[in-house]
């Protein structure tokens, strides 16, 4: 357009939009005084420009030259020009004579002589008038000046192509300047320094952001101007031309987006690569800083010499060493900060993933054993502070020893008080030596090996030989008392030896490659890595929000409530993460190698984890303040930061589904670990943890008790809960009747403590979802000290009754199953005998309760009465109210156990068992006679389902066949009937098998088996 621009606006020739026969586009040649002074070339320019508009193959062209007020001379040279210059396809060119009588005539005759000239060249017709035109072309497709209807602005037409042909160009313009800043993206050298690269992320976001700016621009116009063709189009369908210019922006707004597209990914992917790298600069230089603090760090623990030989040398040193840990504490925070962040940028997919994670195994290797030399030098240094503390004492005390015999006057013991005055000064002085001296010269060498020095070793030779004299010296001066130089203890020598023989064995080796041991390595592999994750998840939560609290940039943030109970929503968090980043973690570490001994480790840290206990017991106050503040924008904000896709309370039930990992881990730990040494502490461990669950567990419901007045510390620490039925009987006449009359058991949920039983009622707190709790409405409290149990009541295997006051009140309790209610009794059970046993123990060291029991008279009938009342019979639920303790009938397959406040009048009774009775006949005593079990055959007379990998399936009925029992109560049983074997408890197998394990108990008048009787038998 811009060639050409001048000779389209002269109308010269133009596209008016019309078509005619087979769709030909109509080209216009009006009249233009003109047109022989354009050159050759520029009318050429111009046929060419409109030709090219419209885009479609084999297009065909036709041409109106209107030369109505020209001559033939003028018509004649055209149409030489049009066949020279014209580019497209001529379908047909048609003239329009000229109107004036002579010029028409003229242009007749000659085009007749020229028409085969021409006709050769390209179709001509001549035409006398414009209504010989509309025989070529219709009426709508010719413009008004040839007496059609056609619409057409040549203004107007020139402003849409300028604007089309403007906005096509910009879009080339466009195209190139993103290839170019590509280009430049892509050729960009990084630097390697951190401002280099921040002012080259500014740069380049600037650039980028402009080129957008100016793609935004460019896609407006275009749109402004589709919708400009889009009206024009609506207005009038017949129009080719205004559909081909629509098409034509369709088509480049189209491109224009396919390369905004593409430059924003390859953008966003440069814009990414630069930003990691930012990152790792940053990362390498916070690594760098670090390495250097904790080389300089190491130097200094490296020149710390623990090699002192006075106390004030030792106390410096310990000084110093302290600062140099004061410090180490310091720098390993701050690199565990730096190890988060190298695993934050890992879990963002950094490109340099394998780098980070080296840099963070060197941060926290550089850690491990900075701590390990810190540990190591402040245990040697205090050992040899111990050596000398002890040293200096022992000279302090000979020379105060040296002293006491030179200021003593020979005067003085010239009368026997003043020599007996002398004499109890010498042996009270004696009694104040000190430990070490009594130890001698070899223990103590032994007790400070890895510290002592030659010169500490000579000072205390020379301090053993002083002594040694002194206390000569002493024993001379004593007359008739021996002398006191004693050899070293033997005994104490062979335990310390022993004590090192153990420490030498606690190195283990892996003998060969075989699968279970590649199993366990794996676990211990996990063990360890999600250990690293859970300290450093811990660590992210005490910094990224409980840290934040103080921060006061987010202090307008906070509510101030929420500040002051900081504590109850982190509860004891930061106790566990120091328990497990500075103990727990390196102690599984180094069993790396060794897995056998995590187990030792679980048993040596158990204690420690009893704070699990507490944070459990807060998790309900914690959860409860979560749901109230959840919303606050602090907490969003520090999630943000943190780059956390799970919200805090999701971080605060790590703890506890980390308690619940280990016993799963330890599990498999276990069963990779057959027959391999430490097997026994990985179970120890395993049992341990499920204690521990169990424990926690239990305090979840306890402290759901309300209604309970007293301190419910008191009761001591809770051992079982759980819920049962439960029917209650009185010995005293009207509430006996009014429990009698009570058929539908009562429901419930017991909490057994160490001194004493609770009966609660369940009930579930108004609330919706997660706020529904349940709670637990205090009943009853029995103290353990009046408590007794029946193990077995007639008609139901799972019923078990506990007695309360001498029967005063007996409680009749169905268990879900027979395990739970085995379980029950045997806890029960080991309460009580712990309890007998105590006030046993108590009557026997005092010499006149023993001698007053012995000359006791036998015991009254009462006393009888209430020592033997567990062999009252109970049937359905129902207890006779009266005892009969002598009547045989009553007595029948009953084990019962009583309560601690009938252990005097037991005791009494079993002081005369060695007396005066060394026979009994079995009919009298056999329900009184604890079940033992011995190697055998019996019949099942009840059912007992596995509850163990090891355990088997008994059913009524079965023959089974008791083998061995191992060290842990346990009895290996046969099943005779189903082809089984398998371990079952002691405790079950009484259940199991009834009355028809005293066909092979020991006969009951062997005075060697009077200790099968039951403790409550008179």
């Known amino acids: 357009m811009k060639e050409v621009g001048g000779y389209i606006e002269k109308q010269v020739a133009y596209l008016s939009g019309g078509r005619g026969e087979d769709s030909s586009v109509i080209i216009t040649l009006p009249e233009c005084s003109a047109f022989s002074d354009i050159p050759e070339e520029a009318l050429t320019k111009v046929f060419t420009y409109l030709t090219l508009i419209p885009r479609q193959p084999g297009v065909k062209f036709i041409i109106i030259l209107d030369r109505r007020l020209d001559t033939w001379a003028s018509i004649k040279t055209a149409l030489a020009r049009i066949a020279a210059s014209f580019p497209g396809n001529l379908h047909l060119v048609l003239v329009l004579r000229p109107t004036s009588f002579f010029h028409r005539t003229v242009t007749d005759i000659g085009f007749r002589f020229s028409q085969e000239d021409f006709m050769l060249k390209m179709p001509v017709v001549m035409l006398s008038s414009v209504t010989d035109l509309l025989r070529y072309i219709d009426e709508n497709q010719l413009t008004s000046e040839f007496g059609g209807t056609l619409d057409y602005c040549h203004s107007d037409w ?194 340099a993933m394998a780098l980070i994670m080296q840099r963070c195994n060197e941060l926290r290797h550089y850690c491990d054993t900075l701590t390990a030399a810190l540990k190591t030098k402040h245990s040697l240094l205090l050992q040899t502070h111990q050596l000398l503390l002890c040293l200096g004492q022992a000279q302090t005390w000979c020379d105060d020893g ?64 002083y002594s040694d004299g002194l206390k000569f010296t002493f024993d001379i001066s004593l007359p008739g008392k021996k002398t006191s130089r004693k050899s070293p203890n033997p005994r104490k020598i062979e335990v310390i030896h022993d004590y090192q023989e153990s420490r030498s064995c606690v190195s283990y080796s892996l003998d060969g490659d075989d699968s279970p041991d590649l199993l366990k390595r794996h676990v211990m592999r996990e063990l360890i890595e999600t250990e690293r994750i859970y300290v450093e998840e811990l660590l992210s939560v005490l910094l990224g929000y409980r840290a934040e609290m103080d921060n006061p940039a987010l202090s307008g943030l906070l509510p101030p409530i929420l500040r002051s109970k900081r504590d109850i929503l982190f509860g004891n968090m930061p106790e566990i993460y120091n328990f497990h980043s500075r103990v727990f973690l390196q102690d599984l570490e180094g069993c790396l190698e060794a897995p056998e001994g995590v187990g030792a480790c679980f048993l040596e840290r158990k204690e420690s984890f009893q704070m699990y206990e507490c944070y459990c017991q807060n998790k309900l106050r914690s959860d409860a303040l979560w749901r109230q503040f959840s919303d606050c924008g602090f907490f969003q904000e520090c999630q943000k930061k943190l780059e956390h896709k799970l919200g805090l309370d999701s971080y605060l039930l790590k703890p506890v589904q980390r308690l619940t990992k280990y016993q799963l881990l330890l599990k498999e730990l276990i069963k990779y670990s057959t027959d391999v040494e430490g097997t026994s502490e990985l179970q120890g461990a395993l049992t341990a943890m499920l204690d521990l669950l169990k424990s926690v567990n239990d305090s979840m419901h306890q402290i759901a008790i309300t209604g309970y007045e007293g301190d419910i510390c008191e009761l001591g620490r809770v051992l079982m809960q759980g819920s049962f039925s439960v029917w209650i009987s009185h010995k005293k006449g009207p509430t006996r009747m009014k429990e009698l009359a009570r058929f539908k058991p009562m429901q419930r949920h017991l909490f057994l403590y160490e001194r004493a039983l609770l009966l609660c009622k369940r009930r579930e707190e108004h609330g919706d979802g997660c706020d529904k709790t349940s709670s637990y409405s205090f009943k009853h409290c029995l103290k353990m000290t009046a408590v007794g149990i029946t193990e077995n009541v007639k008609g139901d295997v799972k019923k078990f009754e506990i007695w309360y006051s001498g029967r005063e009140e007996v409680y009749v309790v169905q268990a879900p199953t027979v395990e739970v209610k085995m379980a ?124 163990g990998p090891d355990s088997i399936t008994i059913k009524c009925g079965d023959v089974i066949q008791l083998q061995c029992e191992d060290n842990r109560g346990r009895w290996l049983v046969k099943n005779l009937s189903r082809r089984q074997e398998g371990f079952i408890a002691a405790a079950s197998l009484k259940l199991i098998i009834g009355d028809s394990s005293r066909e092979h108990s020991s006969r009951l008048g062997d005075p060697g088996n009077l200790k099968a009787r039951k403790l409550s038998s008179p």
């Not at 590509?182 to 960009?188: M, S």
């Not at 700016?213 to 460019?218: C, E, G, L, N």
């Not at 800083?289 to 006075?310: D, F, K, P």
């Not at 015999?405 to 009270?428: M, P, T, Y």
């Open 402 to 465: 040296a002293y006491l015999l030179a200021n003593q006057l020979v005067d003085k013991f010239q009368s026997k008080e003043g020599a007996q005055a002398a004499l109890r000064d010498i042996e009270k002085f004696l009694e104040g030596a000190p430990s070490m001296l009594s130890s001698g010269i070899d223990i103590l060498a032994i007790e400070y090996e890895a510290v002592i020095t030659p010169q500490l070793q000579g000072g205390c030779t020379k301090l053993s030989i």
């Open 824 to 947: 029950w009794l045997n806890e029960l059970r080991r309460i009580l005998t712990n309890q007998q046993k105590l006030l046993r123990d108590e009557a026997y060291q005092h010499g006149q309760m023993v001698e007053h029991m012995q000359l006791s008279p036998p015991l009254p009938e009462s006393k009888q009465q209430r020592a033997s009342v567990s062999s009252e019979d109970t049937e359905s639920g129902r207890s006779s109210p009266d005892p009969q303790p002598h009547s045989p009938k009553h007595q029948h397959n009953r084990r019962s156990w009583p309560g601690a406040h009938h252990s005097v009048d037991i005791c009494e009774g079993l002081e005369e068992w060695p007396g005066g009775r060394d026979g009994f006949h079995p009919s009298d005593t056999e329900d009184e006679v604890l079940v033992q079990l011995s190697p055998g055959r019996y019949r099942a007379l009840a059912d007992c389902l596995q509850n």
């Open 158 to 351: 020139i402003v849409l192509r300028t604007a089309i042909e403007s906005f096509a160009v910009t879009v080339k313009d466009i195209a190139q300047m993103l290839q170019g800043f590509g280009t430049e993206l892509a050729e960009t050298d990084l630097p390697d320094e951190v401002k280099a690269i921040e002012y080259l992320l500014d740069s380049h976001t600037d650039k980028y952001r402009k080129l957008k700016d100016a793609i935004r621009s460019v896609s407006k116009e275009g749109r402004h101007l589709l919708s400009s063709l889009e009206t024009t189009g609506k207005e009038d369908d017949s129009q080719w031309d205004v559909r081909l210019d629509w098409e034509t922006v369709q088509r480049l707004l189209a491109q224009l987006r396919d390369m905004e597209s593409a430059f924003d990914g390859f953008f966003e992917k440069h814009h990414l690569k630069l930003h990691q790298y930012l990152q790792l600069l940053r990362y390498e230089q916070s690594f760098q800083e670090i390495e250097l603090c904790l080389e300089h760090l190491m130097a200094q623990e490296r020149e710390l010499s623990i090699t002192v030989n006075t106390l004030a040398q030792a106390d410096q040193a310990l000084k110093k060493l302290d600062s140099v840990e004061s410090n180490a504490q310091e720098v390993m925070a701050r690199a565990q900060i730096i190890i988060l962040h190298g695993h934050q940028l890992s879990a963002g997919h950094h490109y």
